[in-house]
């Protein structure tokens, strides 16, 4: 890395040492000769990084590098569930692995989850993974939900200026920003101005790479940290009035889909089918709010062919309906378990892991 960064600083100064020497004639000559050799500096450094598998440190990087720690321990086939914290909270995919194996399914499953991490904060991680990764992932299933769907510029919400918001407004991650933006604010023109001006700021220091070697780092050196984060502490109590008018809600209307959301996954769907992810599924922990439910159930609707598994099984739901909750939003680890065990017979039982691997399995259904 010292290298890498000494090497920058060279091109750095043989290009303004080249500018003194033969300096530009005019105001705005001087300033053209600036702008173009700080601009070819800055393209320069974030092609070298990105080619030399640089990356941002942080919360997410650390969790792509315990990803790549798991998928080196062996061979395993390994199933990637890309989230936000709805994921982190539910997923205990140390668990999952077990009950896949416990049923004769030779597959690991790996929680690539972060709280408040927008579509494209998920999207840039996931391709940093895929390149540095040996192997891709044999699955990836993709949660989706109302929050992220609707807001291109999600990060905003979580941290301006922060080292998260500033790394996913790479050259793909501004594109979507500004194709969702394009299409107006559901919350209103304040709310479509704010964000445009906040991604006019965030921009610029993405591309001139500001922080990058501060908090460079590669995944292979970055200290890991388990996506999978049980909660024992709820943060608010769930009342039992609300735990019953959510849980236990029927006719809920069909929400309309976002646009937006729908068109990043297609686009999100084509590149991991080119890194070789053989298939791709949707899924959405469960929540009170049984209009959020809803809407992977609509997503679930609009693409039949595609594995999909939204939170809404009565029985399933029953068993989520006592203290088990860390918010409206957000399960306890008591809650994860009885969603895990859920989530892995809905997985065996779609037919996306094919046959199972287990010689006694394989001979009692030979015999069966």
């Not at 668990?95 to 896949?100: E, M, S």
Request: aromatic share 10%; with cysteine; charged share 20%.
């Amino acid at each position: 890395m010292v290298a890498i960064k000494f090497l920058l600083a060279a091109l750095v100064l043989m290009l303004v040492g080249y500018v003194l020497r033969r300096p530009p004639k005019g105001h705005w000559h001087a300033l053209a000769g600036f702008a173009s050799s700080f601009i070819l500096t800055a393209a320069v450094i974030n092609i070298g990084a990105a080619r030399s598998g640089i990356v941002r440190d942080g919360p997410y990087a650390q969790i792509a590098a315990n990803a790549l720690h798991r998928i080196s321990e062996d061979d395993t086939p390994y199933i990637l569930f890309v989230g936000a914290s709805y994921s982190r909270n539910a997923i205990n995919d140390k668990a999952l692995t077990r009950q896949f194996k416990a049923r004769g399914f030779d597959k690991k499953a790996i929680t690539f989850a972060l709280e408040g991490a927008s579509l494209q904060e998920r999207d840039l991680r996931l391709r940093q993974f895929l390149k540095a990764a040996k192997r891709p992932p044999e699955i990836v299933f993709l949660e989706a939900s109302p929050e992220f769907d609707r807001a291109p510029t999600h990060g905003f919400v979580i941290a301006k200026f922060s080292e998260r918001v500033i790394g996913q407004f790479d050259p793909r991650g501004t594109l979507w920003a500004v194709r969702g933006l394009a299409k107006g604010s559901p919350d209103g023109a304040a709310d479509f101005v704010k964000n445009t001006l906040l991604l006019g700021l965030h921009i610029p220091l993405n591309w001139f790479n500001v922080g990058l070697f501060n908090e460079a780092t590669t995944l292979a050196k970055a200290a890991p940290l388990s996506s999978w984060d049980p909660q024992d502490t709820p943060r608010r109590t769930v009342e039992v009035a609300d735990r019953h008018r959510g849980l236990y809600a029927k006719n809920v209307p069909t929400p309309a889909l976002f646009a937006w959301g729908e068109a990043f996954r297609a686009a999100q769907e084509k590149t991991l089918r080119q890194a070789g992810v053989n298939a791709i599924a949707y899924y959405f922990p469960p929540v009170i709010d049984a209009q959020e439910r809803a809407y992977l159930r609509a997503i679930c609707a609009a693409h039949p062919r595609t594995p999909c598994i939204a939170p809404d099984d009565p029985l399933m739901l029953a068993k989520l309906d006592g203290p088990v909750w860390f918010d409206e939003e957000h399960l306890l680890a008591p809650g994860a378990a009885v969603y895990d065990q859920w989530l892995a017979e809905k997985i065996i039982a779609s037919g996306i892991l094919g046959a199972p691997h287990s010689p006694t399995l394989l001979a009692l259904r030979r015999n069966s």
